[in-house]
């Protein structure tokens, strides 16, 4: 009884990171995104900030669950011995297993470089600052649309491989792995 | 292969509408204080015309899904055994309890999406048309908002109830990705 219970929770909790992280990011993308539009720029950029920072939050809890939840998930249905004595690069549950494993990494080295490098670059204030000139304004203007454009671009790469790492994740649900 | 298909599409498509419902309650609802009420209206319009378009898609895929699974596996949708209402049903599989609840929930969703998507939400964008009462008008539109404010958390609660019921212990119907 308590094994279902473990299984149940270990269970939801992974579907609700994934809610979090995949479900979340659509609608940032293409439902608070798109309605930007319908204000002034200088009020969309403070909503982009402030929904960003809020969705990071949630992002980094859900890269956090995943491993957390998965790994109860894993041990309450005792697949174990699955990837016991090198059945890790060995079998088809193993290398998927590894696959997924390498995908969640590149969420968060993706999540490190949105929240630690290009947020704070678009986040730094654009006015020039003790005497400097034009030129570093227009600078620093250039600088905060390629981080933009890199934002965007990580954002999209990352729902990418998160669609994949689910995919991954029914080859074990449901089989024994794809790879 | 079939399974994994259907499996995929399945918990993309919860997770798509359950990460919405919580994309609006968790990041939209606390981020409406920095934003001007006019152009609150302005968002909330776009935003809830395109996130009624979304959860529609997403709802009607769920039951698309479903019915696949039903012609693809068709011995795990035991909806006619005895264990089908009341009852674990066959360890693992969408037959059973867990059937019947999910589609409960399916119908409570779609509900409240159509009567939020058709009814509460344009009615709190309404405008003054000549003639008619403006004090009386903006009572109905706050009427509205305040409505919308529940069934839209509602709407969470049940889909967060939708996702657990999907996250049982199974080993042969649609449920969650590991």
Same mark, same amino acid.
């Given at each position: ?50 929904s ?21 998930l ?37 999540g ?68 | 292969?079939?399974?994994t ?18 994309f ?13 009420p ?63 609840v999910? $589609? ?7 509900? $409240? ?39 839209l958390?509602?709407? $969470? ?12 212990p ?9």
């Amino acid at each position: 009884m308590t094994a279902t219970w473990i299984k149940v929770l270990a269970s939801y909790l992974h579907l609700l990171a994934v809610a979090v992280y995949l479900g979340g990011s659509v609608a940032m993308e293409f439902v608070l995104g798109p309605a930007q539009r319908f204000v002034p720029p200088a009020q969309a950029q403070v909503l982009g900030q402030k929904s960003a920072d809020r969705f990071l939050v949630l992002v980094w809890a859900a890269l956090a669950l995943f491993p957390v939840s998965g790994m109860l998930l894993f041990f309450s249905l005792s697949d174990q011995h699955l990837v016991t004595h090198g059945g890790m690069f060995s079998t088809s549950y193993g290398l998927t297993l590894a696959a997924m494993m390498a995908l969640w990494a590149v969420l968060v080295v993706n999540g490190v470089l949105i929240t630690f490098v290009f947020r704070p670059r678009l986040a730094s204030k654009v006015a020039a600052r003790g005497g400097a000139g034009a030129g570093a304004v227009a600078g620093r203007i250039e600088a905060m649309q390629k981080a933009a454009t890199w934002v965007s671009r990580l954002t999209r790469i990352d729902l990418a491989i998160a669609l994949v790492v689910v995919l991954l994740g029914a080859s074990l649900a449901y089989g024994n792995g794809i790879l | 292969m079939t399974r994994t298909t259907l499996g995929f599409l399945f918990t993309v498509e919860w997770a798509t509408y359950v990460g919405g419902a919580l994309f609006m309650e968790l990041i939209w609802r606390p981020l409406q204080r920095y934003v001007p009420p006019a152009q609150t209206g302005a968002l909330c319009n776009a935003m809830g015309r395109r996130y009624r378009w979304v959860a529609l898609g997403c709802l009607g895929l769920i039951a698309a899904t479903a019915v696949g699974w039903s012609l693809a596996v068709p011995s795990t949708l035991g909806s006619g055994s005895a264990a089908a209402v009341g009852g674990p049903g066959p360890p693992g599989a969408i037959g059973g309890w867990r059937s019947v609840v999910l $589609l409960v929930v399916w119908l409570v969703l779609v509900t $409240l999406v159509i009567l939020m998507g058709m009814l509460v939400h344009p009615a709190s964008h309404a405008r003054v048309s000549p003639g008619q009462d403006s004090t009386e008008l903006s009572r109905r539109r706050l009427r509205s908002i305040r409505l919308m404010d529940v069934l839209l958390r509602v709407e $969470l609660g049940v889909a967060l109830v939708g996702a657990l019921v999907a996250a049982w212990p199974h080993t042969s119907g649609p449920g969650p990705a590991m």
